[in-house]
């Protein structure tokens, strides 16, 4: 259909990468110069920067995305998809509740590098909740111990890169926790 509009219209056809557009846009959008994009989305969680004239995945998700990640869990509790911001509202208001210690829903903790990994996180969230934690107690948990992955390996490549902005891309970075864990 592109090709035919394009030949139509006679106007050029250009491939983009997904991952290069949400940087271009948000980049346009923003201001940034230079940023490492922290790119959380339903299929993908990666952190990519531009160096020697190109674009550089320098970590991504061994298993699964954080939005994957997140409407996964979201369906084993019958949250309709989308699950992440159904999982939001429920963190929130436990936190709101004031009772906000790790202690009791630790989740395992994927960093590898600058990689991630989700699937051991999702498990044992769901094991939680089957084990009688409160959804809003593990949800919590889960965006917290999710994102702090993802803010963890985000420092790494901006010290790695010697870049300091970030700049957020993809789905889940619509979630305000996320956004306020990265400043």
């Known amino acids: 259909m592109a090709r035919t509009l394009s030949t139509r219209l006679s106007v050029p056809l ?21 940023p490492v994009l922290l790119y959380v989305s339903g299929g993908n969680t990666q952190v990519i920067a531009r160096a020697d004239g190109r674009y550089r995945f320098l970590g991504e998700t061994l298993d699964i995305g954080i939005g994957n ?17 159904e999982i939001e509202k429920l963190s929130n208001e436990f936190s709101e509740k ?9 989740l395992p903790y994927g960093v590898h590098g ?9 498990t044992s969230a769901v094991q939680k909740v089957a084990g009688g934690k409160s959804l809003g107690e593990v949800c919590w948990s889960l965006q917290e111990h999710s994102f702090a992955t993802c803010v963890e390996v985000a420092e790494r490549a901006l010290a790695h890169t010697g870049k300091d902005e970030l700049l957020l891309g993809g789905g889940v970075a619509c979630n305000e926790r996320l956004r306020k864990m990265r400043k």
Do not use: Y
């Not at 004031?98 to 630790?106: I, K, M, P, Q, Y």
């Not at 600058?114 to 999702?122: E, H, Q, R, V």
């Open 114 to 122: 600058m990689d991630l990994a989700f699937s051991g996180m999702l």
């Open 69 to 85: 990640m997140l409407d996964k869990f979201a369906r084993t509790q019958g949250i309709p998809f989308p699950g992440g911001p």
């Open 14 to 34: 250009l491939g983009v990468n997904h991952c290069v557009a949400h940087i271009e846009v948000g980049r346009n959008q923003t201001g940034c110069k230079d």
């Open 98 to 106: 004031g009772d906000t210690s790790l202690d009791d829903v630790l």
